[in-house]
């Protein structure tokens, strides 16, 4: 089989319903950072609804923000280098009918003010979306105190938070643009590095929906991945192709979890690999788990960070290095296999 | 403003009738916070029947000015306050901290939508406050009219988080905000500037761009005419630095740290309610309030 032909043959097994990218495949795909998408939502947001608000702590363009500061210079707010504050103020101004967004690196937004989310965001139910850049090992050479591992842990436990985590700026811009009507306080995982684009502007979205993007008759296994790493998912699926039947699914709604579209994959496969770019503890896996024990138990392989911390270096060398990459995702459904 | 005699004499036998029901319904809750609530009540007096524009039968009325307490754990000051207003009825201040009660141990908007924040974990306040200035001033610049009250501790400003919204308050100018600090020295493990000293406090302030006003906490002129001094501020937020006597009213309680969240039994109660109900021996046992 030529490798054109390949190919072809592997957008016969994307989602058709779904209008993804047929060139996600290709070598030269087009690739955009998550963060864009972000920046770029919150402007088209900001034009049609007055009350949404900007605030950032001292990462304005580095989060994307700049774009919807520019524009609105009166609805935005330099918080400078004080996270607690920013999820404070941001809930005041939530108090008083504003739709806050606050930015930062996840590592302190929401690693470093966790508390002041809990109480003044969450527990005072105040609709403040908190975006979180530069997660996973893949912000590169910043080394490990800048690669945020924890924030799906440590925001999933929160109630009333919405957690989502796109896997490219197009479902970053349209998760941006959604969470402005929850009336909940959202969290919007978002990362540094430029990420293939999978999915295009007519791609439909919805919160709390997952997505299955590489489809099989007869699945053996379930690959359940979000944020960037679905495309190192979609590569397992294509090396896969004609040995092992796979499906991906596209989870980026974390919380809530769509529980029927999980549930409905594991009877359907009866084994599960999630991948994600993040702790194996307390992440989107362990949602996955806590779902399928009670739902449909089923064997699970977990593909993250196990209990470790990042560290300096390329993405490409962190994702294998932490065996997120295509080839540990194979050989995680190989191992599955013979459970 | 200035208070006229007469309103000064009716907003002390209030402030009393508050620090008599604060220790009845303490007693009966049989845990919560002393000293605090005590020594508030003359703030929280002047307030709400003099200073703040609210309406306690709306309270959702959208023009309201916004108080935001800090230090969650003095609520039993702000709902016998609010009660004794007319926002919800004087019994219900009994359920305090039992279970299903709207009135929790520390106050939950879940539970009592009205209240304008839920508040416990220290430092959080200020930063809420300046959240809801910065709101009507993006919306109204200088001609919003609403006043922000955050009320705090001074054991809180030992939190950073508490200076980093005072930084952003002086540097946007917010003048339709007003703290006030409660400066009564005492915190749960001793006395605050043996914990950590605070001194020169105004200077503090000062150097993050606030008007400060300092005064005597339970002086009702005194606390009415700093709020109304407030209004007079162009350019920056004030904060009143309020002196005030931890557990004022009750002599046993006055200025001992470990009276902030000592449980006062039914001994206790009787003594403290009987002073209270004297004002300190001034009145016969059968002319008390």
Request: with cysteine; net charge neutral; proline share 5%.
């Amino acid at each position: 089989m030529t490798r054109l032909s390949r190919g072809a043959l592997d957008i016969l097994m994307l989602n058709p319903e779904l209008k993804l990218n047929t060139k996600l495949f290709d070598k030269n795909v087009e690739q955009i950072p998550i963060r864009q998408g972000f920046g770029e939502g919150l402007l088209e947001a900001g034009k049609k609804d007055q009350r949404i608000v900007g605030l950032c702590a001292d990462l304005t363009e580095s989060t994307k923000m700049n774009l919807f500061a520019e524009k609105f210079p009166r609805r935005f707010i330099e918080i400078g280098v004080a996270e607690q504050n920013l999820a404070g103020v941001a809930s005041g101004l939530a108090a008083m009918g504003k739709i806050p967004f606050i930015s930062s690196y996840a590592m302190f937004s929401p690693g470093r003010n966790w508390e002041q989310i809990r109480t003044t965001i969450c527990y005072n139910d105040r609709p403040v979306k908190i975006a979180g850049s530069h997660t996973g090992v893949s912000v590169g050479p910043d080394g490990g105190t800048h690669q945020a591992l924890e924030d799906i842990a440590i925001t999933r436990v929160l109630p009333r938070m919405i957690v989502i985590s796109p896997c490219d700026s197009i479902e970053a811009r349209k998760t941006t643009i959604a969470s402005v009507d929850t009336g909940t306080p959202v969290y919007i995982r978002l990362a540094r590095e430029k990420t293939p684009v999978m999915t295009t502007e007519k791609t439909p979205f919805e919160i709390g929906k997952a997505q299955i993007f590489w489809k099989s008759s007869k699945p053996q296994v379930g690959i359940i991945a979000t944020g960037a790493l679905l495309h190192q998912a979609l590569l397992a699926a294509e090396a896969l192709e004609g040995k092992i039947e796979v499906e991906v699914m596209n989870l980026s709604t974390i919380k809530p979890i769509d529980e029927k579209a999980v549930v409905a994959l594991a009877e359907k496969a009866r084994r599960i690999v999630t991948v994600e770019e993040h702790q194996v503890s307390g992440g989107m896996g362990s949602a996955v788990a806590e779902c399928l024990a009670k739902h449909r138990p089923v064997p699970i392989e977990f593909i993250g960070v196990h209990d470790q911390f990042g560290q300096s270096g390329t993405p490409e060398e962190l994702i294998e290095h932490y065996g997120m990459d295509t080839k540990s995702i194979i050989k995680a459904v190989e191992k599955i296999l013979k459970r | 403003m200035a208070l006229t005699d007469d309103k000064v004499k009716k907003l002390e036998e209030r402030a009393n009738k508050i620090r008599i029901s604060i220790i009845d319904i303490l007693e009966d809750a049989g845990s919560g916070h002393v000293a605090g609530p005590l020594d508030m009540a003359d703030i929280f007096t002047v307030l709400f029947f003099h200073t703040l524009r609210h309406e306690p039968k709306k309270p959702d009325w959208p023009e309201r000015d916004r108080l935001v307490l800090s230090n969650g754990h003095i609520c039993p000051v702000l709902y016998t306050t609010m009660a004794y207003s007319g926002y919800f009825p004087i019994e219900e201040l009994r359920t305090l901290r039992q279970f299903g009660s709207r009135l929790q141990g520390h106050p939950h908007r879940d539970f009592l939508p009205m209240l304008e924040t839920s508040s416990g974990p220290l430092g959080a306040g200020l930063s809420q406050a300046v959240g809801m200035a910065l709101a009507d001033k993006i919306n109204h610049g200088l001609t919003s009219q609403r006043r922000i009250y955050a009320l705090l501790s001074d054991g809180e400003l030992e939190s950073g988080a508490t200076w980093e919204a005072a930084m952003l308050a002086g540097k946007e100018k917010l003048n339709n905000l007003v703290a006030v600090v409660d400066r009564n020295n005492i915190q749960i493990d001793g006395y605050v500037e043996d914990i950590m000293p605070l001194e020169p406090l105004s200077d503090k302030w000062r150097a993050w761009n606030w008007h400060v006003i300092e005064i005597d906490g339970h002086n009702m002129e005194e606390i009415a005419d700093a709020f109304d001094m407030s209004k007079t501020i162009f350019d920056r937020p004030t904060v009143i630095i309020a002196h005030t006597i931890a557990g004022k009213g009750v002599k046993e309680f006055e200025r001992d740290y470990r009276w902030h969240s000592q449980l006062v039994d039914k001994k206790t109660e009787k003594m403290a309610l009987k002073e209270l109900r004297t004002l300190g021996g001034k009145l016969d046992v059968k002319d008390a309030l």
